[in-house]
């Protein structure tokens, strides 16, 4: 067993999710044991200013690299606080914190552009532990879109020799990975892509909504006292974007704060409520997820694996079900892999496979020429005495 910590701030930017993981075999044929896990918030003002970056204000190269640091010692925190009480650990795996993604776009730009900040060589020096990080530029630099990178580990994990699956992360963005029953060259026909906003939107109409007082609906509540409208759904899903055909990524620079604002002066005709409003955006991430399935999957799955913090909103999850009947809407915690943890889970994953030499993307959900080794290697500095 190896033990390695994975740790991820996704684009939601809700605080960095720790997880302290066994892990043990090899390529596909690997056994986790999710041994502890943890959120930690950011400092509110650091978050204030990591979003103010993804939203597209303007900063000096100074203002970039003291961000670039500050993100990178509360990475390394996290990692400090989620060992303590255990073995030491061999591995770091840090996708960093997202501020920027540029999709490639053929024949225009045909190489993308990520950057996630929280240098991995500060927190080995930080932590004494080596660290994996940078897992998005070689996808990229092989022509892929750097995104969604946790399919190859969906398919470790929660693969099934009788039933094909959808597997759903609701973060900032949504996400989908579809893995084909367990046979027949099955590697080859998983499908993953972006499938567009997932908690950003809702996130932002809460914080406009409360004058900054609240930062997400818990549950859904607010939304599920509210009615979605129809129309303006069906506005909303003209965008573009839905109808790109995979592989295809997208963020913040998409939707986001501008998004919201464009979608609050579409919503001014209709005079609706806060909870109508909230209702409504809470319906095009569910529509958008439905819309996609229906257009690009190969075939409707037998089940729907929910993670990320968008699981937890009830409302949300209550209204894929109805739009998704009969097909059974349920959390990837009840088929034992935690829905809270399991893009941390799988960033430790990624470091582990690059530690072993095993490649850890998949060429047909983010669009490579081929498979390649993800993840810079960072080993912490030996100070001679």
């Not at 597209?56 to 961000?67: T, V, W």
């Not at 897992?135 to 892929?144: L, T």
């Not at 946790?150 to 996400?175: F, K, M, T, W, Y």
């Not at 991430?285 to 257009?295: C, E, F, L, N, Q």
Request: glycine share 8%; aromatic share 6%.
């Amino acid at each position: 067993m190896t033990l390695v910590i994975g740790l991820i701030s996704g684009t939601s930017v809700d605080g960095i999710d720790a997880a302290l993981v066994d892990i043990s075999g090899t390529d596909l044929d690997i056994k986790i044991e999710l041994v502890a896990r943890a959120t930690y918030p950011y400092p509110a003002d650091l978050r204030e200013r990591i979003l103010a970056v993804c939203a597209g204000a303007a900063i000096s190269m100074a203002q970039l690299a003291e961000l670039d640091d500050a993100i990178a010692c509360t990475f390394a925190q996290a990692a400090q606080n989620i060992q303590i009480g255990h073995e030491n650990p061999t591995l770091i795996g840090s996708h960093g914190q997202t501020v920027y993604h540029k999709p490639p776009s053929q024949p225009i730009t045909p190489i993308g552009y990520s950057l996630q900040l929280g240098r991995g060589e500060s927190i080995a020096n930080q932590t004494g532990i080596t660290t994996v990080s940078n897992f998005r530029v070689a996808d990229i630099a092989a022509g892929g879109h750097g995104a969604p990178l946790v399919p190859r580990i969906d398919a470790a994990l929660l693969s099934h020799p009788q039933e094909a699956r959808c597997i759903q992360n609701i973060g900032g963005i949504g996400n989908v990975a579809y893995i084909p029953v367990r046979r027949d060259n099955w590697l080859e026909k998983i499908r993953a892509w972006d499938t567009g906003p997932g908690n950003s939107l809702l996130d932002l109409a809460v914080e406009h909504l409360t004058d900054g007082a609240k930062t997400y609906d818990e549950n859904g509540s607010w939304a599920a006292s509210g009615t979605p409208c129809s129309p303006l759904v069906e506005h909303w899903l003209s965008q573009d974007y839905f109808y790109l055909p995979p592989p295809k990524s997208t963020g913040r620079e998409l939707f986001g704060v501008d998004y919201l604002h464009q979608c609050l002066q579409d919503a001014q005709a209709y005079q609706l409520s806060p909870a109508d409003l909230l209702a409504t955006l809470t319906e095009l991430t569910v529509a958008s997820i439905v819309h996609s399935y229906r257009t690009f999957l190969p075939q409707m799955p037998q089940r729907l694996l929910l993670c990320g913090g968008g699981s937890r909103n009830l409302y949300l999850k209550r209204r894929l079900q109805v739009l998704l009947e009969p097909v059974p809407v349920v959390t990837t915690d009840e088929v034992g892999l935690s829905a809270d943890f399991k893009e941390a889970i799988a960033f430790a994953v990624l470091a582990y496979w690059r530690f072993m030499g095993t490649p850890g993307n998949l060429p047909t959900a983010t669009g490579a020429r081929q498979e390649v080794l993800l993840g810079q290697i960072h080993s912490p500095l030996v100070v001679s005495a």
